[in-house]
């Protein structure tokens, strides 16, 4: 449920700040960090719960705080916000989608090795692959453009 209300009021808070010209640096800087934050404390609490394993989940929110740092780069170097393919409102519905799967069909839904594999490790498994390509696009785009600056 929290995740769900994260993602409500950070969809909201800048949509509503330029529709009513309340924009700053200041909101600016909130927002990216509150996300870099977020995406850092809700893998370490779902990774110390029973729904994953720890080392998965951890990946993930290392690879969410290194997208939120790209479009940060984006944003000082070219001037642009440049959406990733899988960024923080796609990262929200994956958290989202892990709880809703978790919490309704709980337990082992797959073994590899030693691991039991829940369904949010499943859905972070898929998602982190995806995730890291979009990624590299992303930085070499920016490296591209950069080279022409």
């Known amino acids: 449920m929290a995740v769900f209300l994260h993602f409500v009021a950070d969809s909201l808070d800048g949509s509503l700040a330029r529709e009513r010209n309340l924009t700053s640096k200041r909101g600016e800087f909130l927002d990216q960090i509150l996300d870099a934050i977020f995406f850092a404390v809700l893998p370490i609490g779902i990774g110390f719960s029973s729904y994953a394993i720890f080392e998965v989940v951890m990946f993930s929110a290392i690879l ?37 799967l978790s919490y309704f069909w709980q337990g082992s839904i797959l073994t590899l090795g030693n691991y039991s594999l829940g369904w949010f490790d499943i859905i972070v498994i898929i998602a982190v692959p995806l995730s890291i390509i979009d990624f590299c696009i992303s930085a070499s785009k920016l490296f591209g453009e950069l080279e022409n600056f």
């Not at 923080?88 to 519905?93: A, D, G, K, S, T």
């Open 64 to 100: 969410a705080d290194l997208h939120n740092f790209l479009i940060m780069l984006w944003i000082l170097l070219r001037k642009k916000f440049l959406f990733p393919g899988i960024g923080v409102f796609e990262y929200h519905l994956i958290f989202i989608l892990g709880a809703v």
